[in-house]
């Protein structure tokens, strides 16, 4: 299946994230910030980026930014995955490049088909 990469700073939220991505067979690697998010899609080139907004230093918003502007990881689609429900913040976050827009918390059933609708 596919290799999802997870940029959140909780650590309960990335394990709840990798077991319910797991279970249908994906490949997961995490990220705590939004820096190691950006090496870590750089050097593994993941399928799909989970991409929270709020974390110390850059957020996700500017890492979603800075993903699709890169040549080499502009075509990897980023879902944010943020309890920010506001929907001028799922507007920002689609103008920064995102494809997608989850508020948590979430379904397994809604983040799995998300993630099938994202990848085909």
Known sequence: MAKVLI???SPTEIHAFSKML???GHVVLA???AEEGLSSALAEK???ILMDIV????????????????PQTRGIPVVIIS???QQTD???GKRQGARDYLIKPF??????????????
């Open 83 to 85: 309890t920010k429900d």
């Open 55 to 70: 974390m110390p230093g850059m957020n996700g918003f500017q890492a979603t930014r800075q993903l699709q502007e890169h």
């Open 107 to 120: 379904s397994e059933k809604t983040l799995i088909d998300t993630v099938k609708a994202i990848l085909g």
């Open 90 to 92: 799922q507007i920002w």
């Open 31 to 33: 990220a705590k910030t």
């Open 46 to 48: 993941p399928d799909l």
């Open 7 to 9: 940029v959140d700073d």
């Open 22 to 24: 797991e279970r249908h």
